[in-house]
Nanobody, 127 residues
């Protein structure tokens, strides 16, 4: 049974930092790319960042570029999202997702392409 477990969310003041983790288990994730999405109250889930299986390709939403960094540790089947210079508009539930990649550098912003999801972790940024 595949499980993705996010952690690291919490309450932080604007300008602060948080590091989210997403640990995957239940099968081999060799060849899988990973991503982060977020959903604010009353809004649709939106893409945040993604990283390829090899780790050499990353993609970021314009709203987080330069502030967030996605990374992964393949030996631990874990991906991370380092979030710096947080803003109140970053407040949302953050979800991680994974999907088998057609080639090693592949990433996707389309949530419909992701096969497995975590339960989400709340990030609240106060002004």
């Amino acid at each position: 049974q595949v499980q993705l477990v996010e952690s690291g969310g919490g309450l932080v003041q604007a300008g602060g930092s948080l590091r989210l983790s997403c640990a995957a288990s239940g099968r081999s994730f060799s060849g899988y790319f990973m991503g982060w999405f977020r959903q604010a109250p009353g809004k649709e889930r939106q893409f945040v960042a993604a990283i390829s299986w090899g780790g050499g390709t990353t993609d970021y939403a314009d709203s987080v570029k330069g502030r967030f960094t996605i990374s992964r540790d393949r030996t631990k089947n874990t991906q991370y999202l380092q979030m710096n210079s947080l803003k109140p508009e970053d407040t949302a539930v953050y979800y991680c997702g994974v999907r088998r990649a057609p080639y090693s550098a592949y990433v996707s912003r389309d949530q419909n392409e992701y096969d497995y999801w975590g339960q989400g972790t709340q990030v609240t940024v106060s002004s």
